[in-house]
């Protein structure tokens, strides 16, 4: 019997008024939309409605401070929600889709990323997602006390780290350590916790996670690097890679591409989902789909 295949669907949440630049600019677009929580909810809800498998928040953790005329046309990132605060609030408002959010490697530490999307992943009973970034822009960098960003390979290599430290400590305790076991008067069983001995270039951790186990055991990581080092990055650690490719031939040479090299790290090529990015508009018909296309 054949199996039948289905397609993964993920809803990518930029600009909550829509991805177009003058999306706010619609009568009838929730201008405001980016730090109101009713209307994140009922976002995420008709995506749970119509099926779809995640529900991901796009993010840079920075404002643009000059050329401020221009952005202020195109308001990009800047009023938007921290990504894990928000899907921690979606977690109460959905039941099923899955909750992906960016967090940078560049300017955090992997005990805190660690802890919040276990914490996610508790709270959303199994449905927590990491979107691994290394930052793109000296907005960000300069709110951490960098002029610039670091040079490219530099980015990806603390990243690659950055993903193995984490990884270890959500694997800090057994799935069955925390017992409650008032017989014995033990609350977890310590030989089930297995603590992080790590030291490495860009990180030093000597300690376990203050969490139990997460649902997932790991949460999903996400990644979205098209260059050579990130797509060894993605092929070595990640789930689900968003492709970006603008016609049909390069969609098929990149997820050739990316999926050959799972091998080598002893993946199944089904361990990772390639999700291609579609921009939909939609009209009430044929007629008006094509006139607003060419807006």
């Known amino acids: ?140 960098a300069r709110n951490f006390g960098h002029s610039t960003l670091p040079p490219h390979a530099l980015r990806y290599e603390r990243a690659g780290e950055f993903v193995d430290v984490v990884n270890k400590l959500w694997d800090s305790w057994d799935d069955d350590a925390f017992v409650h076991n008032r017989n014995t008067g033990l609350f977890f069983e310590p030989m089930r916790q297995h603590p992080v001995h790590h030291a490495g270039k860009f990180f030093k951790v000597d300690g376990a996670l203050n969490i139990a186990r997460s649902p997932q055991g790991r949460p999903v990581i996400i990644q979205a690097g098209a260059s050579d080092t990130g797509l060894e990055l993605a092929a070595r650690t990640a789930e689900v890679v968003f492709a970006s490719a603008s016609n049909p031939q390069d969609a098929r040479h990149g997820y050739e591409e990316l999926k050959g090299r799972l091998a080598k790290y002893g993946r199944h090529p089904d361990s990772m989902k390639i999700l291609a990015g579609l921009p939909v508009v939609i009209g009430s018909s044929p007629r008006t789909k094509r006139r607003r296309c060419r807006r």
């Not at 990518?12 to 009838?28: D, R, S, T, V, Y």
């Not at 991901?56 to 401070?65: E, G, M, Q, S, V």
């Not at 955090?108 to 449905?127: C, K, T, W």
């Open 1 to 140: 019997m054949s199996s039948q295949k289905k397609i993964a669907l993920g809803m990518l949440i930029g600009q909550a008024a829509g991805g177009h630049p003058a999306a706010w600019l619609h009568p009838k677009a929730n201008a405001a939309g980016s730090t109101d929580i009713t209307y994140f909810r009922s976002l995420a809800q008709n995506a749970e409605r119509g099926l779809f498998d995640l529900f991901f928040i796009a993010d840079t953790p920075a404002a643009r401070t000059d050329n401020l005329h221009a952005w202020s046309r195109f308001p990009m990132f800047m009023n938007v929600l921290e990504p894990v605060t928000l899907l921690t609030a979606l977690a109460g408002a959905t039941t099923r889709i899955g909750l992906g959010g960016t967090v940078s490697t560049s300017f955090s530490e992997p005990y805190n990323v660690a802890r919040q999307f276990a914490s996610l992943d508790h709270i959303s009973a199994g449905r927590a997602a990491w979107n691994v970034v290394t930052s793109a822009n000296d907005y960000a």
